[in-house]
């Protein structure tokens, strides 16, 4: 699930300052309810995105209902987003789920983080890990992605392999335009993908990127009723406003070019726990690329 929420909000700001104050109470309710989570919301990227410079934020999709249920769950999906207005390029890197990390001096599982603290202990959790410093986070319910593809009408994606799942047929090489419930189908399946985990994160940022896609033909899109309430009922963040506004505003051209990759460890068994075990060259690797994407 990429940066799709981030355009969706940008793009829908972006309308509202053009046009006007259209729908400028649906999509205050919608920035309201994203922010419930937070108290204090994180003004890292204010003024980064005040002055154009690049931002970096974390994706954090969660493995369960809806955002308000009592059993939050895991952060399965973790993608940091690097959005660079001067070079109009987005930068996605998955970040397995299963990578091993320590909490309190004990082995756990990165997405183990959100589910013992909160979205902002998956944050810190990254920063510590690759040495960067995000700009703040965007939480998705993964369910929410079914509602998200319906509300723009559908989305078309080339699928990378064979295999069924749920009732759905995909075959390799071949585009299929699909509904909420078979893209959720497409993107949630692992265990028949031979490259499990990393198989379906590829899948995941086909279908959020064919969500941005259709954005971008069609901003107005992001107006409508079912969409502003797939958002809120979906998303939390605690990206301000005012930073939501500036990228609105200035880092329209970012999703120019999309560059997808993603972070791979060797799997490792540790008292019956298996774990995702990064080498250093690898962290550094994609420590680097962060920076990259950055200037």
Request: proline share 1%; no cysteine; aromatic share 6%.
């Amino acid at each position: 699930m990429k940066k799709v929420l981030l355009w969706i909000l940008d793009i829908a700001v972006t309308l509202v300052v053009i046009d006007g104050g259209i729908a400028a109470f649906a999509l205050h309710n919608t920035t309201s309810k994203i922010h419930s989570m937070d108290s204090t919301l994180n003004k890292a990227s204010d003024t980064k995105t005040k002055s154009g410079k690049s931002v970096a934020y974390l994706l954090l999709g969660t493995d369960t209902g809806a955002l308000g249920r009592d059993y939050k769950g895991r952060t399965d999906t973790m993608m940091v987003m690097v959005v660079n207005p001067t070079s109009k390029t987005t930068t996605m890197i998955s970040i397995e789920r299963d990578t091993k990390i320590q909490i309190d001096g004990v082995d756990a599982k990165l997405n183990a983080a959100y589910a013992y603290g909160n979205a902002e202990a998956a944050v810190n959790a990254v920063d510590k890990l690759l040495n960067i410093k995000l700009d703040g986070y965007l939480l998705v319910n993964m369910k929410g992605m079914e509602q998200l593809v319906d509300a723009v009408g559908g989305v078309t994606v080339k699928s990378p392999l064979t295999f069924s799942y749920e009732g759905y047929s995909f075959t390799e090489n071949q585009d299929v335009t699909m509904n909420g419930t078979e893209a959720l189908a497409f993107s949630r399946m692992r265990y028949d993908d031979p490259r499990g985990d990393y198989g379906r994160q590829i899948r995941q940022q086909l279908v959020i990127e064919a969500v941005m896609n259709k954005l971008k033909a069609d901003p107005k899109s992001a107006l409508n009723n079912d969409f502003l309430d797939a958002v809120s009922d979906n998303v939390r963040s605690n990206i301000s406003l005012t930073s939501m506004r500036n990228l609105a505003t200035k880092y329209r051209d970012a999703g120019a070019t999309i560059n997808r990759d993603q972070m791979t460890g060797t799997g490792v068994m540790i008292d019956g726990v298996s774990y995702q075990e990064m080498s250093q060259d690898e962290i550094t690797r994609v420590h680097n690329e962060i920076g990259n994407a950055g200037k």
